[in-house]
């Protein structure tokens, strides 16, 4: 892939994050919370491996939409969840920051770990970075019910 190409599926990737946001202004109140969250964490942990493991274009591209739908979708649940949890918003604030924070990190981090291993190493780390988040899901559905009686299922309000 030239440098052209890959710079190009980035940049458009961005914009295809819209369909993430979107989707979760139409499922809104169809989808359960905590089950969104498991899916939008879940098919980020993939898109992480399905960009540090391709081959040609088309996976990477495919990687890239995938990463930011999924991302996007994610991202919007989250921000729902701070709001829920704390009325006053520092949580959302703080939680919105760092998520910018991890990008700036995370790009750095990859940078240095594609240098010095492989550029695989980099969809491992994020595929692994997802799965420790998902570990800390279960604390954050109890508090959920907590704050509105909610539990994992497929749909249900929020």
Same mark, same amino acid.
């Given at each position: 892939? $030239?440098?052209?190409?890959?710079? $190009?599926?980035?940049?458009? @990737?961005? #914009?295809? =994050?819209? !369909? @993430? ?15 969104? !969250? ?11 491996? !399905?960009? =540090?493991? +391709?081959?040609?274009? +088309?996976? #990477?591209?495919?990687?890239?939409? $995938? ?5 996007? #979708?994610?991202?919007?649940? !989250? ?5 829920? &949890? ?5 949580? @959302?604030?703080? @939680?919105? =920051? &760092?998520?910018? &924070? ?34 800390? #899901? ?12 909610? $539990? ?7």
């Amino acid at each position: 892939m $030239s440098p052209g190409q890959i710079a $190009s599926v980035l940049s458009m @990737g961005v #914009f295809v =994050g819209l !369909l @993430g946001t979107g989707a979760v202004a139409f499922l809104g109140r169809n989808v359960n919370r905590p089950f969104a !969250l498991i899916i939008g964490m879940s098919g980020s942990a993939l898109s992480c491996l !399905l960009l =540090g493991y +391709a081959t040609n274009l +088309a996976l #990477f591209a495919a990687g890239v939409v $995938s990463y930011w739908i999924f991302t996007m #979708f994610l991202y919007s649940y !989250l921000q729902g969840t701070a709001a829920i &949890l704390d009325a006053t918003g520092r949580v @959302g604030t703080l @939680g919105g =920051g &760092l998520e910018r &924070l991890g990008y700036a990190v995370g790009a750095a981090v990859a940078g240095v770990l594609a240098e010095h291993t492989t550029y695989s190493a980099t969809g491992a780390l994020g595929f692994v970075a997802c799965v420790l988040g998902l570990a800390g #899901f279960p604390t954050l559905f109890r508090a959920l019910r907590r704050h509105g009686g909610e $539990s994992l299922s497929f749909t249900g309000d929020y």
